[in-house]
């Protein structure tokens, strides 16, 4: 049971580099959502997806941008890397409920990212 | 504009005593509520939710209350045990909406 994979654990980088982070899931689940993690700060909403061809943005989207090709995957691009995106990322999965609900969310490890 | 806030940043309660995590929201529109957990360096797990046409959920030793008027909502751990000892996040959604919005968490610490 992989679940939701995301890669990589950690990374450095410099002020201006770009990089994607990879997300993939393997539950058919139709929601895929990336949040960060701040010290203090919760989850902040970055993105989401309802399914395949559809993003939209969440609370924090300034400097990402994602894609979703296909159910299971749903990457996370950093065009110019800023200090201020040194964070936590968790990407997360979800179905819907026959209720029109959210249900509950299926978080990866994270991914720890340093801008310097 | 925080939408759902966890006021407390962290708790300490003795082994085999009652924690009690609360958590506040302000959108009306809310009515799905969620509690999860989180131990260093790995992803928040699901925990217990709550409709809103419920005003209590139990699941073993969690329970979770709702108060819709006052809109609050808690977490009530009976017994606490040092393996409960993580950050718990309060968590929100609106039927026909496709966000969870979260609120800061509060650190669970459970002395033995």
């Known amino acids: 049971n992989a679940g939701v994979t995301q890669t990589p654990k950690f990374r450095i980088l410099k002020i201006g580099q770009s990089m994607t982070l990879q997300c993939t899931q393997d539950?058919?689940?139709?929601?895929m959502y990336w949040y960060r993690q701040d010290p203090g700060m919760g989850l902040k909403l970055i993105y989401y997806?309802?399914?395949?061809?559809?993003?939209d943005k969440g609370e924090v989207p300034n400097g990402y941008n994602v894609s979703r090709s296909t159910t299971e995957d749903f990457p996370l691009r950093l065009e110019l890397a800023a200090p201020s995106q040194t964070s936590v990322y968790f990407c997360?999965?979800?179905?819907?409920?026959?209720?029109?609900?959210?249900?509950?969310?299926?978080f990866g490890s994270g991914t720890q990212l340093s801008v310097l | 504009d925080q939408q759902v806030k966890q006021n407390s940043p962290s708790l300490s309660v003795q082994e085999g005593r009652i924690s009690i995590l609360n958590c506040d929201y302000t959108n009306s529109m809310f009515d799905y509520f969620l509690w999860y957990k989180k131990y260093p360096a790995e992803g928040p797990t699901f925990l217990i939710s709550?409709?809103?046409?419920?005003d209590k959920n139990e699941d073993g030793r969690f329970t979770v209350f709702l108060n819709k008027s006052a809109k609050h909502l808690s977490l009530h751990i009976v017994p606490s045990q040092p393996g409960d000892s993580a950050v718990y996040f309060c968590?929100?959604?609106?039927?026909?909406?496709?966000?969870?919005?979260f609120g800061a968490g509060t650190r669970l610490f459970v002395k033995a």
């Open positions: 997360a999965s979800s179905y819907s409920s026959q209720a029109g609900n959210v249900e509950k969310l299926f």
């Open positions: 709550i409709s809103s046409i419920k």
């Open positions: 968590a929100a959604s609106r039927t026909g909406g496709f966000k969870t919005i």
């Open positions: 997806s309802v399914g395949a061809g559809i993003t």
């Open positions: 539950m058919n689940h139709n929601y």
